[in-house]
């Protein structure tokens, strides 16, 4: 165990080495210190990775050796786990797409002129909306458009839209003034300017937004079942619903192994990404 | 603003317009009876400025804060619309033009540069050559060139971005992106507010130095009153509203003020600033006696003596000063050395008189070695030198210049008080009031 995690971790290392070298070869001047401060940013996301894959093997030991009744097995059994997980990743994926269609394009739109008025308010209400806790949110819109795929997807849509939306604007409002007005004083357009220059700039803060939706959807995904939308949540029903304890401890690690490795997948995206120079 | 309206059409009309910027000298500004207004304020930021600005001549903006000067500038490329009057570019008016067309023709720097972090140096330069459809190699070789003109290294920075370099450096790749395209006018707010003093002077010794090669036409803007004399060729002092109180070359400004508000406004020394105005290069050099190192201190105390001097200015094989040696220093010495003295009294010959006579005074030598390109030694200038400039240059102050560009406001405040009655007149009052304070 011990032997293996230690592999696992060289293994790790090895291909994050493979990872960075890409983006090398464009860096200028300082290549020293800037292979240093890559380590340094990069070991962080080395260990997160690693504590995902031990948790995981753990839960997979524990679940092999553990007295399982028969019915927690079928239950459990790897196939069907396997469907379970693809079944969440498909909603989650769906779901954020939707919200980056959706989300980004608002977020621009709302930082520019015309109806720039419209920021603060949209951003209080983001604010509040995004404290809101997600069952009501998805139990109340399936009252409202009825129960199934759909319902679930778009409830989750509402609610991880509103984190890109607010990051998509104050990233867009962080972006020097100066140097929207230095675009515009060299003859870009508007739009050169947006697409240039700000979107770049704002490009790290909107990705945490991202980020952040990602996790938010995942968790959120688990309570598409109770809208029959599918999922990792049926395993936390029906642990509940049975008293099957090993059925739900699995299903909530699983579900919280998934959120925490798409946040690993967002912040590797988001130190890939991250504009150079900034 | 309305170029967010405008812009689509940006890239229908820019193809036809685009070739025009390549023109190697400068192009004369004329704001005509320009105004702005920004919303929700009673008093325009500009009133009535009418102001001719002369091709290939650097114009200093200076006034009190708040006094319109960035507006003023802004409206050249109307990065600030006016609210009226017209704005003619070498005898066109522009005023309705596409105003992103229009930008690519002007250079703008800002203070700090205002370089786009995430680009390199080079992508930053090469912004508006690639607007304006340029080929990657003729922007390379134009990146190149620029960062040499502005004393960059391009091997060493032009694929650095901009948080690799110093405050000045970023400035000076500022000024190589408002002068990529080649545009006749450039536009600069302030453009050296940011950086240290003694950066500050190098920039404008080399501002001084590229205008000389390109003949702009550079409309600046400082508060800096120091600043406005020694780069400008003509200094507009601007008082609230825009108003200009004074419209005329630096020496005339300096000797013969046109009211209490420029006085003030000069501060203190106008008698020392004149000396900023006058160049090592425009006054007559003393010739020296040179030596080589290696020779023979005899041979060369011989030719001082011969001479009637009383040093002798040692240069190395490429012709720039090692040491300057008193008869008796060369009496006491065997053979030349070549090892440089590290306290020489050296200046540029285009150095102000007022830095010669301050490396003088500094070195307490009387006198300062001046050289030119390549550090090659030009002269000896003297304190008598300085003397004479100084006196010269204040009987040019009081000769009127006829050639003077026009700067006047018709004053919109004034004409709508005079012409409504009591109740506007007391605005007036207050107005002057107001003035009076600044
Ligand atoms: N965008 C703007 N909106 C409203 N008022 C402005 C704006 N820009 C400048 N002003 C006002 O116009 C006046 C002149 O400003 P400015 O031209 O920036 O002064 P300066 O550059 O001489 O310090 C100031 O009173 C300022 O408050
Ligand atoms: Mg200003």
Redesign the pocket.
Known sequence: MNNRTLNTEAGIAGGDSAVETPGDPAAPAVPVSRARLGWQSWRGLVYQLAGILVAFLALVIWLRTADLSPIELTTLAPAALWGYTVEHIQLTLLAAVIVLVIAIPLGIALTRRPLRFLTAPVLAIANVGQAAPAIGVVVLLAFWVGFGFWAATLSLVLYAALPVLRNTMVGLQQVDARLIEAGRGMGMSSAAVLFRVELPLAVPVMLSGVRTALVLLVGTAALATFVNGGGLGILIITGVNLSLTPVLVTGALLVALLALLIDWVGRVVEHVARPKGL | MSEFTSSPHAESTSTDDSATPTAITGASILLDHVTKRFPGQTRPAVDGLTMEIPAGKIVMFVGP?GCG??TTLKMINRLIEPSEGRIVVDGDDVTDMNSDTLRRGIGYVIQAGGLFPHMTVATNIGIVPKMLGWDKARIAARVDELLELVSLDPALYRDRYPKELSGGQQQRVGVARALAADPPILLM??PFGAVDPITRLRLQDELINIQEELQKTIVC?THDFDEAVKLGDWIAIFNEGAQLEQYDTPERILGDPANEFVENFIGSGAGLKQLTLTRVADVGLRAAVVGNPGERAADVLARVVEAGHGHAVIIDERRRPLQRLSRRELGRLQVISDIPDPKLPVVGIRATLNDALDTMLVSSAGAALVTGRRDMFKGVVDVQTVMDAITRSQAAAGLDSDQAPVGLNTGLFQAQASAAGSDPSEIEGSGDGAGAVQ
């Open positions: 804060s000067k960035t707010d302030e803007v």
